[in-house]
């Protein structure tokens, strides 16, 4: 179990040891680069059961939404992997994501997906402060991904997978703006342990921003390194150190506890915490996630909940329907 520790040292880290140090400077991976990124709709998390775990989820991601979290775990997507989920976020914001994973051979997955983010009616003014009409910002996001697990790197102990995504996005505010964006990650899957763990790698959101006017806006960069650990098979706990390049560097943590009612159905509770809103200045509870899941032989439903003090609450429901692998050895499932 030694790496397993070394990389959860890693992660804690990441968001511990460079969080101070980032606070007290200025420029960007700072609290002083708040709101100096474009498009952050790029990073509102996409999938209940890893916002139930705090965001800590980089390390567990296995179905079509790991498009979002982390490509490489595209990989380890049996046979086709379907996901939908609505947002309901603040300020009455909508959030909607669809996607698709198929199995292409025994090595590869591609992937396909939408976001689609609208802010409702907001009213449009002069210098003045004079009502002169309303607009409705939304953004929408078309993404394609490849999961691809690395022979040379596997043996019987240990599955190694790479992951990329592309996406486009645009944006209609009361001017239009588009710009495109991509992720890299990895995934390392030891298996034949008497604790299977994982580690993860990723960064997301490399490429060109929107342009509204003269300047084009930075993209929201974040990079992420990922742990979990499975000490029980009905239980899997996950820790995540994360570096967004505008705002100081954070970390979550989150658990999933396992219910097997019956041979195709199960009942799943997780809970987390994400240190990012600590810091914020906002009263009341923050920081803090919850929810749950039912499986049914393919299917589930998964709920998340996370509070963010005076500016509300926050509720996200998924649906994902995942085929199993006729090998079900090689694909673990959650």
Known sequence: MKPFGRALAGALALALALAPAARASGGDFSDHAVGTAGSEFLNLDVDARGMAMGGAYSALTNDAYAMFWNPAGL???????????????L???????????????????LAG?????????????????????????????????????????TDAERDITMGVTMRYLHSDLVAHASGWAGDIGMQAHYTDTFMPFNFSAVVQNLGRGQKFDKVRDTLPFRGKLGASINPRPFLSLAVEGFLPVSAAPYMAVGGEFAIETSHRAKALLRVGFNSRTLFSGLDGVRGVTAGFGVKLADFSVDYAFMP???????????????????????????
């Open 113 to 153: 997906a939408v976001r689609y983010m609208d802010a409702g009616d907001i009213d449009n003014t002069d210098l003045n402060g004079n009502r002169i009409g309303n607009f409705r910002p939304r953004s929408y996001v078309y993404e394609v991904g490849w999961g691809q697990s690395i022979g040379d790197l």
């Open 75 to 89: 990989a380890m997507v049996p046979r086709s992997s379907l996901g939908a989920m609505h947002n309901e976020y």
């Open 91 to 109: 300020s009455d914001i909508r959030f909607q994501y669809l996607s698709y994973a198929q199995r292409i051979n025994e090595t590869s997955v």
């Open 308 to 334: 963010m003090g005076i500016l509300g609450n926050t509720h996200r429901v998924g649906l994902t329907w995942t085929l199993p692998s006729k090998h079900s050895r090689r694909f673990r499932e959650r």
